[in-house]
Structures are given as structure tokens and as C-alpha cells.
């Protein structure tokens, strides 16, 4: 019978082993785990920097589609010609669409949009810190980190910054 494992350089760095981040993830091999440790600095940061869309709301297209049960075409589609993930005036809402989904599958379902996910997994520690910030503290915690992002823009919205919060 075996005994306790010797534990890693990785886990007494990241408190568990990669194959449990790899599990918890969905990923079939844990060098994808160390891959982000090298490319990001931390194994529960799946990429460089957040999405635009993560930046200015907190949330990705898909989970603000979710929200607000639009599909996340149309949720684009409101970020970038009101700035907002949803329409405010329901006399315009739909009037956008651009015909019927004939493959028979609903978006909810698609592989497309169940593969996106947020740019820090949620065990990360700064994810509740992030997600839950304005969108001024969110760039703020990633110019602390060194994380260079465009400041976004706010030209073609009819929002102003202080709105959106």
C-alpha cells in the first residue's frame, strides 16, 4: 500500500496538484495548466486579459446572453451600438435580428458558445474582486498587475461611462 504522494514544486507553490486544476477545468492534460503558469503567472488564469466585454460589465457575452435571454450576437450587437448589454427601449428590441438559427440546435447548446468562458476561473482568488468591481477599478486591478488592455471607448455609445455601473 502506498503511501502519501510527494508533493510538487507546482503544489507547494499553488496549494494543489495541476492533474486537480486539470479536472476541475476539463482539460485532458495538465501541461495546458502549466502552460498558463508560464504564459500568465497563475494556473486559474485561462487567458493574457479579459475580453472588452468583461472589462466594461464584469461578465462574458455568453453569461450577459444568459442574463438577459438574448442570444450573444444580439448582446454584441447592444454593447457596441448603445453600450449596453441589453436594449433599453422595447419598441427597438429586435429589430436587429437577422433571420431564423436553421441548424436546429439552440445557442444555449451550441459548442461555440460553451466553450466561452471568463478569463479568470472562479477559484481564482481575484475573480469575486475583479468581477464584482466598476469598470474604472476593474482597469485599475489590471493596471496594478501589469496588465496592459485598451482603455475602452465610449465614442459611438449613446452612454456615458457613469451609466453602465
Not at 37 to 53: A, E, I, M, Y
Not at 115 to 140: A, C, I, T
Not at 152 to 161: D, G, L, N, S, V
Request: charge should be positive; charged fraction near 25%; glycine fraction near 8%.
Amino acid at each position: 500500500m502506498a503511501g502519501p504522494h510527494k508533493s510538487t514544486r507546482f503544489e507547494d507553490k499553488w496549494g494543489e496538484p495541476a492533474r486537480d486544476i486539470a479536472l476541475r477545468e476539463g482539460v485532458d492534460n495538465i501541461s495546458t495548466i502549466h502552460m498558463r503558469v508560464n504564459k500568465f503567472g497563475h494556473p486559474l488564469q485561462r487567458k493574457r486579459k479579459p475580453s472588452k466585454t468583461e472589462i466594461l460589465f464584469g461578465e462574458t457575452v455568453v453569461e450577459l446572453a444568459h442574463r438577459h435571454g438574448s442570444h450573444p450576437n444580439t448582446v454584441s450587437m447592444y454593447i457596441q451600438k448603445l453600450g449596453l448589454p441589453y436594449c433599453p427601449s422595447p419598441q427597438s428590441a429586435g429589430s436587429w435580428n437577422r433571420g431564423l438559427n436553421h441548424t436546429g440546435i439552440p445557442w444555449q447548446e451550441d459548442e461555440r458558445y460553451l466553450r466561452v468562458k471568463p478569463w479568470l476561473m472562479e477559484d481564482h482568488p481575484d475573480f469575486y474582486l475583479y468581477r464584482n468591481n466598476s469598470v474604472q477599478g476593474r482597469l485599475d486591478y489590471l493596471k496594478e498587475r501589469g496588465i496592459e488592455v485598451e482603455q475602452p471607448t465610449f465614442h459611438t455609445m449613446a452612454y456615458k461611462p457613469g451609466e453602465i455601473e
